[in-house]
């Protein structure tokens, strides 16, 4: 991990804090929509500085009126939040509110203006069935090709085809038991008829035990050309299935049974997609597991169905049909939809456990996903993981292993990430690799600590957008600068954004598409790989020499800037006296005291990594009774501490 604050990123901060943070962004787009209490926020983003446009959305005054006067109400939830911002078509944004707990729904026309009925008043529906009635409750949303789906863990819990010029379904009441939904997703196929529609949600385990988990995650799904039976289950889903999503294998010793978040990563170079989901254990303990999306389908496509014991029809139910194609499914098939809508098989992840499990005492939020091209022009896929203290985890997944690159913290106050998309408060980016989990970076562009609420990210302009109840930002995808100036720096990052440039001797970014140029910088992203910089080794980088006298009776330390969490660092005297350093946050700190008594001399504090040797800094420190400089004083328990402050580069 290589600790850095970031302080050119474009903050926008919210004067009184969102209690519900909902984020959507186009890709290639400078805006980022940001949907908060009573308002719609529309963000330009503008190299360093960020412009805010305003759409008041006020609840109605006698709903909101009614709702205060009901006994036992909580009062901050008789207003407008917005908890739904979905792009219908290239021209209309369909916005949905809780409206006081009767959900309403606007429409915005050029991407800014609300659009307006004949008496010119903004133009509303009833948001009823396509958002929730309050800001707490559990709820996902996705719109594809003009209809909006929406999926709301109410007293009944429903997915709905809500909105748009497709005929409007929904799923029987018996199929889902107190669902609360955590998000959906688009699986596009070769033939446009066979796409799905995923939604991922916890249900209550009837069954559970005394030892069961009370929850199960699960996932479930219908087909876009899905029109509702002619004879039987005219207005509900006929192709509705839905599974157990497990993260861990039969024989795993512990399972991760709650799911937190949940996104699919379309099919690239690696020619099949990939579902990620952030999972937590009874105890707490978070894991992320990846599963393969054509194993998903297939087993969709092939399971038994729980609890039916005939063979199944040679049309299976759920298979994806036109309305009016000859093999639409007849109404013995329709029944057994009905009665019968989950799959016999288990999902596990791609080698039956977890990618990687976070051993610290942080828990992940949300996730996004995005695909890149390392220097070979071999595809990586890196992880953005937000925690519920604000901070994100960008993990490089590469060949079964997982390695954190580095963690940004861009936000002052600690809250949990509510959403995120790619396009960050405290980030972790994190490379899979030899099977370790490593933070390589640390970046910290917030000065007010809180959970991240939402995050976007937009592959095709390369940035991260992050926002917390009280601050939103973007963040660079690749950000090499960080690297510093020496090649062995730039490589040891291990980031797939960035190569050493040795024609400009500089870390760069390597460009997001297949090219020549990039197959010249150099760049390492596996363990084993051999040092590629050629001499870097022999790179020192020195600091100024910082000149301290202070009095022979004071009690000082010293602190060293980390660069790394894989490197051993050590203080030195004069060259040969060897001193420990205490591991304080950010800081290898030298401190006097009786094991290692203060003495004048020149102290240094290296760091070495893989062969690397970096000066980090350097004291000469002269004892002297009569001068004392002008340093940082801390009084406690009666005594005195002088401590030396410096800039931690």
């Known amino acids: 991990m290589r600790p850095r604050t970031a302080t050119d990123s474009p903050v926008l901060s919210f004067e009184n804090g969102e209690k519900s943070t909902v984020l959507f962004h186009d890709a290639g787009s400078e805006q980022l929509y940001v949907g908060g209490r009573g308002v719609l926020r529309i963000l330009t983003f503008k190299e360093a500085e960020v412009n805010q446009t305003q759409v008041p959305l006020r609840a109605d005054e006698k709903v909101e009126k009614n709702c205060r006067s009901k006994p036992g109400v909580v009062q901050a939830e008789c207003d407008n939040y917005i908890r739904v911002i979905q792009r219908l078509n290239g021209s209309s944004i369909i916005v949905c509110g809780t409206n006081a707990g009767s959900p309403k729904c606007w429409f915005l026309t050029n991407d800014t203006t609300l659009q307006q009925d004949k008496q010119g008043q903004a133009l509303a529906i009833s948001g009823e069935s396509l958002a929730p009635a309050s800001p707490s409750q559990p709820a996902a949303a996705i719109a594809v090709e003009g209809s909006l789906y929406s999926a709301l863990s109410q007293d009944r819990s429903t997915i709905q085809r809500s909105y748009g010029p497709r005929k409007l379904l929904r799923t029987e009441d018996k199929w889902l038991a107190k669902a609360e939904f955590v998000s959906a997703a688009l699986v596009p196929e070769k033939e446009s008829n066979l796409d799905e529609i995923y939604f991922f949600y916890n249900e209550v385990n009837k069954t559970a035990g005394l030892d069961e988990e009370p929850v199960k995650a699960r996932l479930g799904r219908v087909c876009k050309v899905d029109e ?150 071999t595809s990586r896929t890196v992880l953005y993981l937000g925690t519920d203290k604000g901070k994100i985890h960008k993990v490089l997944q590469s060949g079964g292993q997982t390695v954190i690159i580095s963690e940004l913290s861009p936000f002052q106050r600690e809250a949990p990430i509510s ?59 690749a950000d090499c600068g960080q690297y510093r100036e020496t090649c062995w720096k730039c490589v040891l990052a291990k980031d797939p954004y960035c190569g050493w440039d040795p024609d400009s001797k500089k870390c760069s970014t390597i460009s997001r598409e297949a090219n020549d140029t990039a197959s010249s910088f150099l760049q390492s992203l596996d363990p084993e790989a051999e040092d590629v910089c050629e001499g870097a080794a022999e790179q020192v980088a020195q600091e100024a020499l910082k000149k301290v006298s202070v009095d022979s009776t004071s009690y000082i330390y010293l602190p060293c800037p980390l660069r790394s969490h894989h490197a051993i660092y050590t203080w030195v005297k004069d060259g040969t006296k060897q001193y420990p350093c205490a591991m304080d946050g950010h800081s290898c700190t030298l401190r006097f005291g009786e094991n290692a008594p203060m003495d004048q001399g020149l102290f240094k504090c290296t760091a070495t990594e893989d062969g690397y040797l970096e000066e980090i800094t350097a004291y000469k420190l002269t004892l002297n009774a009569a001068c004392i400089p002008p340093l940082s004083v801390t009084v406690a328990a009666g005594v005195l501490f002088l401590v030396i402050t410096t800039l931690l580069l």
């Open 419 to 477: 959403g995120m998309a790619l396009d960050a408060a405290t980030i972790h980016k994190v490379l899979q690799s030899g099977g370790q989990t490593v933070i390589i970076s640390e970046l910290s562009p917030f000065q007010r600590e809180a959970p991240i609420s939402g995050m976007a990210l937009d592959a095709a302009t390369g940035h991260l957008y992050a926002a917390t109840e009280f601050e939103v930002t973007r963040l660079p995808l």
């Open 228 to 377: 509702g039976g002619k004879s039987l289950l005219v207005d509900f889903w006929t192709t509705f299935l839905q599974a157990r999503l497990v993260c861990g294998g039969p024989t795993h010793p512990q399972r991760f049974n709650q799911l937190r978040d949940a996104v699919v990563l379309g099919k690239g170079q690696m020619g099949r997609g990939m579902l990620y989901g952030i999972f937590t254990s009874a105890w707490g303990t978070t894991a992320v597991c990846a599963y393969s999306m054509d194993t998903v389908t297939h087993t969709f496509r092939t399971s038994k169905l729980k609890g039916y014991t005939s063979v199944l029809p040679a049309h299976r139910p759920g298979t994806c049909v036109p309305y009016n194609s000859p093999s639409a499914p007849s109404k013995a098939v329709l029944s057994i939809v009905k009665d019968y809508p989950e799959i016999e098989t288990v999902i596990y992840p791609e080698e039956q456990r977890p990618l990687y499990v976070l051993q610290t005492n942080d828990t992940y939020t949300k996730v996004v996903a995005d695909t890149v091209l390392d220097a070979s022009n």
